[in-house]
């Protein structure tokens, strides 16, 4: 039995794919929205330490699952291996309705606006496919806004000088300040540094019909069990639900996106929760999945005329895979640090985002999230033995008189860090998987070890005892904050995807997530996938709305 | 065929199953926290993976991994998400007695705790690949999930402090579907 034929059929319902999804259903388009994952809810917040999305040694806690979800890693030797969902090495981000957004951390973070001119702001680097954005922040600057008070987002940036400029203030307050902001707080200070409350998407006053934030210690990587912390599972997607013209498919796995003999896109086939093939036609495909995956399903949508993929007639699909490069210090202190209290996260400094000598950009510091036991062993420093009383006795005298600071390194984009599909290795349902394969650029682990010297500073300015560095890891970054895979940009031989999101050999296919941002920017990306979500829904609805009397 | 191997596997093992909880005098296998009965190990494995815990994450005035469950919680996840790790446990395990009885004559459990040390000093460098295996596991069993077998009452939790979960009455829930 065929599918009744939609408007559009929206893959992955993430940060991206779940706005669009809204969007477009509220106006008036009949939209299929399609998600590989299951529809969790807060009751399954199982609080489980070994297994959640952060800390995945017994499994991940919200998807993929490890024996259907296999890719291939390739490493700087050439070696390749199968890795399975859970384990290192496979740039996870969960599967579940609201994907990323279920179970992140939350962090709210606009981009600077030298974030989308990287290349006017610092020119070529060699080894680099550096460009600037085809838009700058003043064309998503209204759509972070609604982002922001749609989705709801606490905090309070009005300490932060070079934040790029806002319309609006933030909807909700920020989080009454924790010990580590106490102390982290006049340190900055006295360093000349503007230290700020994080924004995050989090409830800290009642909004939007849900609660505030409980202060648990269950945050990142868990589901919030008091459904605060908001994702695209408990705004949007219910909205977009509630208008009748959504529907909304779980465990429905996207094999490829069909081309007519003219080239445009008819819709795609999935398999549905029992493994049956289905057949959904639309007029519009918009494309959600993240970087990997995204770029995986226009490689995989191989046809006449697309022999190498959906849009990938130069080769510039899955290209560009980037992530940040997270570097920072941590701190002993004399004195206890730590209350028990979630999301622990709260203050940061943008000083060092731009303007370091001889540096292409840099990143946000913030204080690391509140830390599990198990989570807090991986910290141990390397003068301490790693076994054995002094071990132990280690982790006795220092799990609450830590404090560690950290942030996301902007990445020097790189040609060859790349998503390819493998030629032999299949998923469950037989479809080729991702295979993964480059490294950083150079010049990204010499930004990141910049980092970890000012995060150090912060430190020893706080009255830290001892501290030590976390420096950069060389290998491919992308994990949850993966990006850069469908280039946005204006020339098609360079690009993937128009400054709209539209791919350019196709007039009716769309990819709308992290995978078009051309430079990741300091910062955790998610509100830029939201902004960016909301901005190419808008011209999605503009263009298409009335459009052969269909839509 | 696979579906009838499957059937056969299923019913060897209750089989066998049987026979060890009979053996044992036990009436249901494994949800006992400090009975015999063992999954994966066998008695001697056991009795390795118990010492080595011990060392690991040695008692002070809190308990060692060895007397806050954390040889179940291995037992347990080798038949689970970790039987993938199967083959290099008994590898690992057969390298310790192997340089135990090496250097002293004598089994690892049966050596007095300086020798012991240095044995898994040994292991640590040869057989590294296994040694950091182990070692990660311990670390989870003990500072882990108590669900998962090991941080037995939450002792590693107390040990930092960490007031232990009240959370809305689900913690039952929680300990039945580990």
């Known amino acids: 039995m065929a599918l009744k034929h939609v408007n559009a059929v929206v893959i992955g319902s993430g940060a991206g794919g779940g706005v669009v999804a809204k969007e477009l259903a509220t106006a008036g388009f009949s939209v299929v929205l399609l998600e590989r994952g299951r529809w969790h809810t807060p009751a399954e917040c199982r609080k489980d330490d070994l297994r959640n999305q952060r800390t995945s040694v017994l499994g991940n806690g919200f998807g993929p699952e490890d024996d259907r979800n296999p890719r291939v890693v390739v490493d700087s030797q050439g070696r390749e291996r199968v890795v399975l969902a859970s384990e290192g090495g496979y740039q996870n981000n969960a599967a579940c309705v609201g994907g990323g957004t279920f179970c992140y951390g939350a962090m709210a973070w606009r981009f600077a606006e030298k974030d989308f001119r990287m290349r006017s702001t610092y020119g070529a680097i060699e080894g680099s496919t550096l460009e600037d954005w085809p838009i700058t922040y003043q064309d998503l600057e209204p759509y972070y806004e609604k982002a922001e008070w749609e989705m709801g987002v606490s905090g309070d940036d009005s300490g932060n000088p070079f934040k790029a400029p806002r319309k609006k203030p933030l909807p909700m307050p920020p989080m009454p300040p924790n010990r580590e902001f106490e102390i982290l707080y006049p340190a900055a200070k006295r360093l000349g540094l503007h230290p700020f409350h994080i924004p995050m998407l989090r409830n800290t006053v009642p909004y939007n019909g849900r609660g505030p934030c409980m202060r648990c210690r269950w945050c990142v990587g868990f589901a919030c069990e008091v459904d605060s912390r908001n994702g695209t599972h408990n705004t949007v997607i219910p909205k977009a639900l509630a208008t009748g013209n959504c529907e909304l498919r779980t465990r429905a796995m996207v094999r490829e996106i069909l081309v007519d003999e003219r080239g445009r896109a008819r819709g795609v086939v999935y398999y549905d929760e029992n493994d049956r093939r289905q057949e959904q036609t639309a007029d519009l495909v918009v494309v959600s999945c993240s970087a990997i995956e995204s770029a995986r399903l226009l490689l995989n949508s191989k046809s006449k005329l697309f022999p190498n993929g959906l849009g990938n007639r130069y080769d510039w699909v899955g290209r560009n895979l980037q992530g940040h490069t997270y570097t920072g210090a941590v701190g002993l202190f004399d004195f206890d640090t730590y209350d028990d209290l979630g999301p622990g996260a709260q203050i940061a400094i943008c000083d060092y985002n731009h303007g370091n000598p001889g540096l292409a950009g840099g990143a946000m510091l913030a204080n690391e999230f509140i830390r599990l036991p198990y989570q807090f062993i991986q910290q141990v420093p390397p003068f301490v033995p790693s076994w054995g009383l002094a071990h132990k006795q280690w982790v006795r005298r220092a799990y609450r008189r830590t404090i560690a600071v950290q942030g996301p390194t902007q990445e020097i984009p790189v040609f060859d860090a790349r998503v390819q599909v493998d030629p032999k290795v299949k998923d469950y349902w037989g479809i080729p998987v991702a295979r993964l394969s480059g490294g950083r650029h150079e010049h990204t682990i010499e930004i990141g070890r910049f980092m970890a010297a000012k995060a150090e500073e912060w430190l020893k300015e706080a009255g830290a005892i001892r501290t030590w560095r976390r420096n950069p890891a060389r290998g491919l970054s992308a994990g949850q904050h993966q990006a850069g895979t469908c280039r946005m940009g204006n020339d098609p031989k360079t690009s993937v995807v128009d400054r709209f999101c539209r791919v350019h050999d196709v007039d009716n296919v769309y990819v709308i997530d992290g995978s078009v941002h051309v430079t990741n920017g300091g910062f955790n990306p998610v509100l830029t996938i939201l902004a960016i979500a909301y901005y190419a829904s808008d011209h999605l609805v503009r263009e298409w709305k009335g459009r052969k009397g269909r839509v | ?178």
């Not at chain 2, 249901?28 to 390795?48: L, N, Q, T």
């Not at chain 2, 080595?52 to 347990?76: K, W």
């Open chain 2, 1 to 178: 065929m696979p579906r009838q191997g499957q059937r056969l596997r299923r019913r060897k093992f209750l089989e066998l199953s049987a026979a060890a909880a009979s053996a044992a005098g036990l009436s249901s296998c494994g949800r006992s926290g400090g009975g015999p009965y063992w999954r994966y190990f066998s008695a001697a494995e056991a009795a390795a993976v118990t010492a080595i815990c011990a060392r690991i994450i040695p008692a002070d005035d809190y308990p060692s991994a060895a007397e806050a469950g954390v040889p179940r919680f291995l037992d347990r996840q080798l038949v689970r998400h970790y039987r993938k790790y199967q083959e290099l446990y008994r590898q690992g395990l057969r390298a310790v007695d192997e340089a135990s009885r090496a250097r002293h004559q004598r089994s690892f459990v049966d050596l007095g705790e300086e020798e012991q040390d240095e044995i898994l000093r040994e292991i640590e460098e040869k057989q590294a690949e296994f040694f950091a295996m182990i070692r990660n596991h311990i670390m989870q069993g003990y500072y882990g999930d108590p669900r998962h077998g090991g941080n037995r009452e939450a002792v590693s939790w107390k040990m930092l402090g960490l007031p232990t979960p009240p959370v809305r009455g689900r913690l039952p829930y929680d300990r039945r579907s580990a």
